[in-house]
């Protein structure tokens, strides 16, 4: 069986900052009606958000900037950010894959004074298949929702349960194969070593 792995990138493990982050380049960007990268590295820079080789700021571009832009870390850093709000919903593609346009919810998070709970919902939200992001599956699962519901069901979860469990079940949404996932699951925790085959 094939599973969704999403990979979320990973520009900075702290949800407040992330979130204070894209709270950051709104107020940079919120007027313009469409933004690219460079528009986010900009912003980042501007709000003293990045460093590059020791300097901040403008020098930090400086130093950052290549002629190979996938070598380039103040671009692939806002690279990352991008497709971590695009993967929350906050931002959404417009003309093209890298020109980007905020989304009701992501103006809501950027004028919020306390955005944790509709984070949260973002984070339970993320589903697949999804057109948005351009995956496509031929599973139905909701990455979070489908783990919690799994947590709960178990009273735990190992990474290995994750990956065998709820990113490789195929439809999430049928209460059927929920059960069944559920109980192999139970079945491999009495017997190790069962996840591995």
């Given amino acids: 069986d094939s599973f969704v792995m999403q990979r979320i990138p990973n520009p900075v493990s702290d949800v407040d900052v992330f979130i204070r ?11 313009s009606r469409e933004f690219n990268l460079d528009d986010i590295s900009r912003a980042m820079i501007e709000k003293n958000n990045v460093t590059s080789q020791g300097a901040i700021g403008a020098e930090a571009l400086r ?6 832009r996938s070598r380039d870390p ?10 971590l709000f695009r993967t929350l919903g906050w931002i959404q593609s417009t ?5 980007y346009e905020f989304s009701f919810i992501g103006n809501h998070i950027a004028r919020s004074k306390s955005p944790n709970s509709l ?4 984070l ?3 589903a697949y298949p999804n057109e948005v992001l351009g995956v496509t599956s031929n599973q139905t699962i909701r990455i979070f929702g489908g783990i919690l ?3 709960s069901a178990l009273g735990g979860i190992t990474r290995d349960e994750m990956i065998a469990g709820p990113l490789s079940i195929k ?11 559920v109980e192999r699951l139970r079945a491999c925790r009495k017997k190790p070593g069962e996840l591995d085959k």
């Fill in 21 to 31: 982050v894209f709270q950051e380049i709104h107020q940079i960007l919120g007027n």
């Fill in 63 to 68: 130093r950052s900037t290549r002629s190979d």
């Fill in 74 to 83: 103040i671009y692939n850093q806002s690279k990352m950010y991008a497709e």
């Fill in 95 to 99: 003309t093209s894959k890298l020109k």
């Fill in 119 to 122: 984070v949260v919902e973002c």
């Fill in 124 to 126: 339970i939200g993320i």
């Fill in 149 to 151: 519901k799994t947590m």
């Fill in 171 to 181: 439809d999430d949404t049928s209460q059927t194969e929920f059960q069944k996932m």
